[in-house]
Each structure stands twice: as structure tokens, then as C-alpha cells.
């Protein structure tokens, strides 16, 4: 009996089993919500990251950095790549963008201004402007809050950001929002003694410019980060920020890293990766910024603006399949939990990066982001399941197929499988790898790669039979239900 209810498609009593007929919608996401990161310094070339020495070699953590020059935004792998994801925001921001002189002629300053530490020119900048608008990106980005940057009283001016949206405005571009600074609570690169007292000051001038110059633009904020343990090293805390700063935003804005990496000083530990309690610290930090986003900016949607498993540049295995699981299940978690936007960090630097930042050529999380945009919509459902342990299981709307529910099922259990009993058919696509910390990825079976003249290769389904479907010990899997005719869908 057991053999022909396993054969049969009739689902045994103890299998989780899903009606994707019947799941009720439980909110919607941004057309936009799987976003990226392009960091600043990427597009003015300086020192960023350092690569991580070969295996077997260790980092010295006061040597982190290494010159990079700028990223050629030109680049056509690049750009289909980048299109392939689209609609999404492009933000570009990041730690060296706080003290970055904005040039205010065509022929930029070789070096930078008194108060400034790097220079964007306008051809760096046009090159911003034309991505985005050939690959169908929004952009995103936050202003320099420098010494450079203010008058002689320490008070922010607004002639750089001025300076900025004249000139994107020229090209024919917009900036969709703007975060006054990048992550105040460490205010890297503001001037010394920097408190909340000094952001509330500012904010209010930078409120009053932006909806005098730009009422189009939406303001994000405050993009803080380290709130989840003690205060920053700055001793600026976000609750300080918003108190000081009083309401204002149009959207709530926060940044999230599960960690930092050994370039500054975190420990790489990629025994934890497919843990429940390392997927679940995203909920944690979320928590924290939903409930100040509750007291001191009800009702703002909120945007995670930057994220990645680790801050610094990635730990050494968020290059590999190991990581996706991290990246999957944190955009399932957010999207059911009413997250907006999330915008990952980087689209091709470093090792947390989409991309390789020397070849463009995709790694496992590209392919992950990639299936998620084809075959998760807007529209979140609620599935009901009950826990089981190790298999978490998400569900959306198709972003295409009128009716058609896709469920995203995530079994991070090393050495055992699990079932999902579904009572119509499906369409298949299981992601897997032969080695967890492997910079390779299969579908289906078949390796993920570029085809001959940077094709993106064809995303076939495996079509499955309604009835129990096995999930194979460490894999991801997405299926599509065409005829579930679910009435929050059509």
C-alpha cells in the first residue's frame, strides 16, 4: 500500500501538502522589490574590498583594501544581465558616497576638493544614467554629508545634491528617491563628533531642498544599519536619529547584514549557513526597524535598501551556491512579512556580488534572482503550512500566468529530503549544486551557464505530475501550478 500511494500521486498522512488553489493573498510587493546595489566607489574607482588571498591562506584584516578602477557600465554582458532583472532600482550609494564632490564642470579636478575623499565626474555619472535607462532600472542614491559639504558653521548645504539633479535631469534621467546619507548611525565620513542632534539639523534642510527641487522624488531614510546589537561605534543609535529628526519620510529605509566578513574582523564560519537560526536573523533586524518604523513613521513602506551575508565584501562563500539559500529565503521571509524593496549588495563587486566584477559572468545568486523574477509576482500568498523543520516553503502569485501560483520550497537540510503533496500538476525547476561551496549551479540537473554570445540559456521546466514531490537534501526548488485558478491571481 505504502509503494502505491508513493507511485500513485494519493499524498500519505503525514505530508505537507498544499491547495494552491485555495491560498489567500496576504499583500503585495513592489513591482521592483528584488533590487541591487552599484556602490559608489565602483563608478568614481578607488580602494574597495580586497580580494581574499587563495584558499589556505590567511586575510590580514588591516590590509582590506585594494585599488579597483571604475566599473564600465558600457559593458554589453553586463547590461543584458542587468535587464534580464528588470524593472528594479539601482542604488547607488554606499559607505565612500558620503564623501564624494560631486565635479560641477564637464573637466572633473584630479584630485578631490578640502573635505572631500573622491571625485564624480560627470561622465561617471552619465554612465549611471544611461544604465539605468537601458536596463529599466530606477535610480537610487544618498549625498555627500562631508566636511566639504557644509558651511562654515558645520551645517549641510544642498549645492552638491543641487548640482547632482540638475545635471541627472539634463541626461533626461531622474532620481526615483534619495537617502540623505549612507547609514548614519556609523557616519562614516561625516565630520568628527557627528551625533543625532547634528542629523536632526540637517535632515530638516535636506526635507526642505528636496521638496522645493525634486517633489518627484521620494525620500528613503534614515538607511541605518547596527541597531541589532549594542550601539554603532559612532554611538548613534536609530531611535536617537528619528527622534531628532522628526517625521518625514515616504519610505522607511534599513540596512541588514547577517555578519560582517574577516575584513573586518568577522569569523567564516560556512558551517552556519543553512542553519534556521542564520535565516532567521533577517527577521530579527527587521523587528527591531519595524517597530521604530511603527512609533516614529506609521504606515511608511518599508525598504531594505542594502543587504548581503556579510558586510565588508562578502564572506568567501557568498560567491558559491551556499549562499542562495540565504538570498532565496530572506526574500521569501521579507515579501511575506510586507518588505517592499530589496535591494542586494552588489550587483557585480566583490564577493557578494551577483556577478564576477572581473568577467560579468553570473554566480549562483544571479541565477537565483533571476528564477525568483521570472516566477515570483507581487502578489504574496499566504501558504498556512505548519513548520517542519528544515523546509521552509513560500508562495506568490506568477508574475505572468493568469491564475497560476508558484510555491518556493527550501529544504536546508543537509542529509534528509522532504515531500510536498501537491493535487494538481506543475512545473519543476530544482536548483542544486554537487558542492555547496561550489561556484556552480544546476537546474534540473543541467549546469547554469551563458551560452555562445552571452545568450541567457533557455529556463526549462521539468513538467511533474500531481502527487508527492520529493525535495532532495540541500536544494531549492520553485514550482509553478498553471491550473490553480486561484482567484487572487486572476
Known amino acids: 500500500m505504502l509503494l502505491i500511494a508513493a ?19 496576504i499583500g503585495k510587493i513592489d513591482p521592483r522589490f528584488q533590487s541591487y546595489n552599484i556602490e559608489m566607489v565602483e563608478v568614481t574607482g578607488g580602494r574597495f574590498w580586497k580580494p581574499y588571498p587563495r584558499a589556505g591562506r590567511s586575510f590580514d584584516q588591516r590590509d582590506r ?19 534580464a532583472l528588470s524593472p528594479a532600482y539601482v542604488r547607488v550609494s554606499g559607505t565612500w558616497a558620503n564623501a564624494t564632490f560631486f565635479a560641477d564642470t564637464e573637466s572633473a579636478p584630479s584630485e578631490p576638493p578640502a573635505g572631500f575623499d573622491s571625485v564624480l565626474t560627470h561622465a561617471q555619472w552619465r554612465g549611471i544614467v544611461d544604465f539605468a535607462r537601458a536596463v529599466d532600472a530606477e535610480i537610487v542614491t544618498s549625498l555627500a554629508v562631508s566636511p566639504g559639504s557644509r558651511n562654515g558653521n558645520g551645517t549641510w548645504r544642498p549645492d552638491q ?27 562614516a565620513g561625516a565630520p568628527p563628533g557627528y551625533d543625532a542632534t547634528a542629523y536632526g539639523r540637517d535632515i530638516k534642510i535636506f526635507r526642505e531642498w528636496i521638496r522645493h527641487s525634486a517633489p518627484e522624488t521620494l525620500i528613503a531614510g534614515p538607511g541605518s544599519v547596527g541597531d541589532t546589537a549594542s550601539p554603532s561605534g559612532s554611538g548613534i543609535t536609530t531611535r536617537d536619529l528619528l527622534a531628532a529628526s522628526g517625521p ?17 574582523g568577522g569569523r567564516d564560519d560556512p558551517a552556519q549557513a543553512v542553519s534556521e537560526q542564520w535565516l532567521a536573523r533577517t527577521d530579527t533586524t527587521l523587528a527591531i526597524y519595524r517597530d521604530l518604523r511603527d ?59 551577483l556577478l564576477d566584477e572581473t568577467t560579468f559572468r553570473p554566480r549562483p545568486n544571479y541565477w537565483a534572482a533571476l528564477l525568483w523574477h521570472r516566477l515570483m509576482g507581487s502578489t504574496v500568498l499566504e501558504t498556512g503550512l505548519a513548520v ?60 547554469l551557464a551563458l551560452a555562445a554570445g552571452d545568450r541567457i540559456p533557455d529556463i526549462a521546466s521539468l513538467p511533474t505530475a500531481a502527487g508527492t514531490i520529493r525535495l532532495a537534501p540541500a536544494t531549492i526548488t520553485f514550482l509553478v501550478i498553471p491550473g490553480a485558478a486561484n482567484p487572487a491571481c486572476l
Open 7 to 25: 507511485t500513485s500521486g494519493v499524498a500519505l498522512a503525514d505530508e505537507t501538502s498544499v491547495a494552491a488553489a485555495t491560498l489567500k493573498a
Open 65 to 83: 583594501y585594494s585599488f579597483r578602477p571604475p566599473i564600465d557600465l558600457s559593458n554589453a554582458r553586463l547590461r543584458k544581465l542587468a535587464a
Open 161 to 187: 545634491a543641487q548640482r547632482l539633479l540638475d545635471f541627472t535631469r539634463s541626461l533626461g534621467g531622474r532620481l526615483s528617491a534619495i537617502e540623505f546619507m549612507n547609514e548614519p548611525t556609523l557616519a
Open 248 to 264: 518625514g519620510v515616504d519610505r522607511f529605509s534599513y540596512h541588514h547584514y547577517n555578519t560582517i566578513s574577516p575584513r573586518c
Open 295 to 353: 512609533r516614529f513613521e506609521p504606515g511608511k513602506p518599508i525598504w531594505l535598501t542594502e543587504t548581503a551575508d556579510a558586510a565588508c565584501g562578502g564572506n568567501r562563500w557568498d560567491k558559491t551556491f551556499l549562499d542562495t539559500f540565504r538570498y532565496l529565503d530572506q526574500l521569501g521571509r521579507l515579501a511575506k512579512a510586507g518588505v517592499q524593496v530589496v535591494m542586494h549588495n552588489t550587483l557585480a563587486a566583490s564577493d557578494y556580488g
Open 388 to 447: 517542519v523543520p528544515g523546509l521552509h516553503v513560500y508562495a506568490h502569485c506568477h508574475p505572468k500566468l493568469n491564475g497560476a501560483v508558484t510555491l518556493l520550497a527550501i529544504n536546508i537540510s543537509r542529509d534528509a529530503s522532504r515531500s510536498l503533496a501537491l493535487p494538481l500538476p506543475s512545473e519543476r525547476y530544482t536548483l542544486s549544486s554537487a558542492r555547496l561551496q561550489s561556484a556552480g549551479v544546476q537546474l534540473n540537473g543541467n549546469p
